[in-house]
């Protein structure tokens, strides 16, 4: 338990939107709720949670839009958690403007030991402190590629719902910072408050990935037309079996030579694009058509069940089965 027990919830300056409103009051609502808990309980765990940011900009903070008061960071000298919820930021120079002392602040705190966390696109502002280089991350499936383009040194894990190391914390898109929050509530409380904490918001516990909730994108955002070319092929043939060797010869280019473009181009091997096309598309089948999962498989290209529920799970985090019941009002369990 962290000798210091305070929660710092950052307001990005003049950087905030609705995600960022929403991410403040959950996390002060149920970081209340645990205190409240821990008082009828009789432990005696108790953190004081404070709004802070820059106070002087007349930019006016994300904290009065809920109604809390707001702190300046320079009031506060040592804290146990620093909180980042989502921002607007969406890259390096962003974060930098009229953040700079926020940037040096989280730094600072990080170095005098308090641990930071970041909630969806608040990943952005962490990143720019420099503190994720070398670790692991997670942020919003939508923004994945945005990150991986303006932090590379950050080891971005996009099926992640939370990262945990050496003291910081992240986790991926929209309202999954209450799974975040549960994860730190019981850490800085213990289990059974974030038990309580989960039946009182109705969050279930220990949530691991959003594969399941991540939309694939094109990808085309580059300049590699060769490879935009293979990928529209790929799209409008994703019902016949393709292999990178046959997509090489089509474009005429050596094949490592190609796989190496299609990474630096996508972020994705040739035969990883191809998955993530099919499964894209077999998603969408089983989403809104009547089709059972052999017909859906044999639609985009595959013709061995295990191979195509392997690939399937990989990339959703579930059987295609499992899928097809959760998101098919119609499906019948087959």
Known sequence: MPAVKHITILVPNGHHNLGTVACMAGACEMLSEANRYQSRQGTGVHYKVELAGITDTGKGGAGSVIGLPMADIATISSTGLVMIPATAIRSYDQALEGNAPLIDWIRLQYTAGAEVASMCSGAFLLAATGLLNG????????HAGTLKAQFPEVKLIEN???TDECGIYTNGGAYSFLHLMLYLIEKYYDRPT???ISKMFQVEMDRQSQSAFAIFSAQKDHEDDVVRDAQSFIEHHVHDRISAEELSAKFAVGRRQFDRRFIKATGNTPAEYIQRVKVEWAKKALETTRKNVNEVMYDVGYNDVKAFREVFRKLT????????NRYNRDAMVS
Do not use: E, N, Q
């Open 160 to 162: 992640k719902l939370i």
């Open 194 to 196: 974030a038990i309580f």
């Open 317 to 324: 985090g579930l059987s295609p089965l499992d899928y097809r």
């Open 135 to 142: 670790r692991s991350c997670s942020t919003h499936w939508m």
